[in-house]
């Protein structure tokens, strides 16, 4: 093998190499950026004037593609919290909007 051999082959491979990692780059950004557009979505739907909460069921239906426990993580890290209506259904809402339930449920105080 000569040298022009080693430096082609080489090349070759730093090349598949760099266009391998750009695209794996690429790709998790893409990634990344649709679990942030879908948080925002979620603080958009929670912070509506009208619903403190919204159910689970409701919540499923807008933002699909998601199965249930993987919707539940991205609503934790939307910023929301899990509560049980009078029924005993699946409600969620943001914290800084639900903070007497959260007393109320717990039956701890505010000291």
Known sequence: MTLL????TVSVAVLTSLVTIHLAR???EREFQLEYKTEEL???LLE???Y????F????????GYDDNELRRILLRSGALKFEDNAG???WGLLERNEDRLTAETGTRNN
């Open 5 to 8: 051999d080693i430096l082609a």
């Open 26 to 28: 690429m790709r998790t």
């Open 42 to 44: 979620i603080k958009k």
């Open 48 to 50: 509506h004037e009208n």
């Open 52 to 55: 403190r909460l919204r159910t």
């Open 57 to 64: 069921k409701t919540l499923k239906h807008h933002i699909g």
């Open 89 to 91: 259904i699946e409600v």
